[in-house]
């Protein structure tokens, strides 16, 4: 934590929530980033779920709805587990992510802290061949039954060719062409 | 529920299988109920019937190429699925939206919202039972809002009319005419489901008490939109964080008390007379002449690196639309938040313990969207 805050510009985090989360997630490694809506929490997998049980049970935030679960393939730098969290009562936001080691897909689940994390989880399991440790129901959402070893929101599942086709220059020529 | 008498008999769990080619199921999808004579003991859903990657296939596309594949996710409310994805575009290119625009934006999503309630009422009244009527006059009133989208963007369902920065192109000379002769046309409709419905003693008789979810359980199952308020939580992205020009705007979040099957519908009605006094204001408000797209526009738009979850308030709920960037003139990572997902999720809690005839009306009533779900 101390050496990304001297490599990098403190980010000014006035006038958001991150205050009340560094209180709420004292003990837990946290490292916070300024997004463009909300604020973005980096836990370490380990501590993630703790941290989110914590998050929804502390009276001041009362994270209490997961609005969206999901995951971004970074390829080498590993695939990242994205929360987005809303309270309704207090009416704020907050992202919490996790990073995995493309060698060691797995993550504690959710689905304890919210149930609505359920099918959130089955998608994102197949869809990144992620495993959700404890998850309750670990089968296919949207994918086949059989089809389990087949990932396709990872880059490196390959594309058909005509979506190839259609990305490549269909239309938008390159600036200043 | 069980007598005496009938512990006396040796009954049977039946396993059957709606779908999912049924009817009642608004679509492909599959849910196989486990039953004990008339009562539902266990739903089990299947989804994925529909499952077309856009989400994949978005990411080798230009920004402007994945509104069209916006619109293929939320068929009938397709202004409200392209809204929350050019904001997003438009919120980490730093783009700024000229006022006429907005207002025109924000006339065209509560229509959308409308006509997408009365298909609601028309297809939840046949799953209630009252064959035909309903339909007609549901269907009859979003013809007229149809054609209204048809002359503005030349589409009737699939409209790719909102563009980062702004619009397509100019709304028609007699636009805020024709808004306001729907309006006129919307208002009897509402009328008429009024009368039709939630004055129609079997109709209440049918859906009060059914397929109930407490506020607590809607929340923890991530349900949103009308489904959600009917519990009584007023949750509406619309007032909780404002977006285009709602916080100009005077109207009311309507909730329910019961979070039964006849509060998802009464909210729905009374939405559509919120929504209407919404389109009233932005008419009042809105400038006739401007620019609709900011002035310098660049052919190829690029996006710096960044993310941002945009929400807006569709018919069925929160759209949520997950931008990645890193920098190219493609999304690196689009990941499409569906309200309809969600809300299917809480299906088991409504319906065990119900009739089997009424699974169908609390699936009738949470309004799914099966293209949506599966994306």
């Known amino acids: ?177 | 529920m069980v007598t005496e008498r009938a512990r006396e008999f040796d009954t049977q769990d039946l396993l059957i299988n709606v779908g999912p080619q049924h009817p009642s199921t608004h679509g492909v999808f599959r849910m196989v109920l486990e039953i004990d004579g008339e009562l539902v003991k266990d739903v089990i859903p299947y989804i994925g019937y529909l499952h077309r990657g856009a989400e994949k296939l978005c990411e080798t596309m230009d920004y402007r190429q994945g509104i069209g594949f916006m619109d293929r996710t939320e068929y009938l409310a397709a202004f409200n699925a392209e809204l929350s994805y050019v904001m997003a575009v438009e919120a980490l290119a730093g783009l700024e939206v000229p006022e006429r625009a907005q207002w025109i934006r924000m006339i065209l999503c509560e229509l959308n919202r409308i006509s997408s309630h009365f298909m609601f009422m028309g297809a939840f009244g046949v799953d209630t039972g009252v064959m035909g009527t309903p339909f007609i006059y549901g269907w009859r009133e979003r013809e007229g809002i149809i054609d209204l989208f048809e002359e503005i963007s030349g589409d009737r369902m699939m409209y790719a009319y909102f563009r980062p920065g702004g619009l397509a192109w100019d709304v028609t000379t007699n636009f805020k005419a024709r808004v306001r002769e729907v309006l006129k046309s919307i208002t009897q409709g509402i009328k008429d489901f009024d009368g039709l419905f939630t004055e129609n003693e079997i109709f209440v008789a049918r859906t009060k008490g059914v397929g109930y979810i407490s506020a607590e359980d809607a929340i923890d199952y991530g349900m949103s939109g009308p489904s959600l308020r009917a519990s009584g939580v007023p949750m509406d992205v619309r007032k909780d964080e404002p977006y285009l020009k709602y916080s100009e705007i005077d109207f009311k979040v309507i909730t329910g008390e019961h979070g039964d099957v006849f509060d998802r519908y009464h909210c729905r009605l009374q939405e559509l007379r919120e929504s209407v006094k919404i389109i009233e204001q932005c008419l009042a408000k809105m400038p006739d002449t401007g620019p609709i797209m900011p002035e310098k526009m660049p052919r190829m738009l690029r996006t710096p690196p960044g993310e941002v979850y945009l929400r807006t308030e569709a018919p069925r709920g929160e759209y949520g639309v997950y931008l990645v960037s890193n920098g190219g003139n493609r999304p690196y990572r689009l990941k499409v938040r569906s309200a309809c997902l969600s809300n299917l999720q809480a299906l088991k809690q409504m319906s065990v313990g119900q009739y089997v005839a009424d699974a169908i009306l609390v699936l009738g009533s949470i309004d799914i969207v099966l293209s949506e779900v599966d994306r």
């Open chain 1, 1 to 177: 934590m101390t050496t990304e805050e001297t490599t990098q510009p403190v980010a000014d985090f006035s006038g958001t929530i991150w205050a009340e989360v560094d209180r709420a997630l004292s003990g837990v490694t946290v490292r916070p980033e300024r997004g463009l809506l909300d604020v973005i929490a980096h836990i370490p997998r380990d501590e993630v779920v703790t941290a989110l049980r914590r998050l929804k049970t502390d009276a001041a935030l009362h994270f209490d709805y997961l609005r969206s679960l999901t995951a971004i393939d970074r390829e080498a730098d590993g695939i990242e587990v994205v929360y987005h969290l809303y309270s309704t009562d207090k009416k704020h936001n907050l992202t919490v992510k996790t990073t995995l080691p493309t060698t060691d897909l797995n993550v504690p689940t959710a689905t304890t802290v919210w149930r609505a994390a359920n099918w959130l989880e089955r998608e994102t399991a197949e869809m990144f061949g992620i495993q959700f440790t404890g998850h309750p129901d670990p089968r296919t959402l949207l994918m086949p039954e059989d089809m389990t070893d087949v990932h396709p929101l990872l880059k490196s599942h390959p594309l058909a060719e005509i979506e190839v086709l259609q990305g490549e220059g269909m239309g938008y020529p390159e600036e200043g062409a």
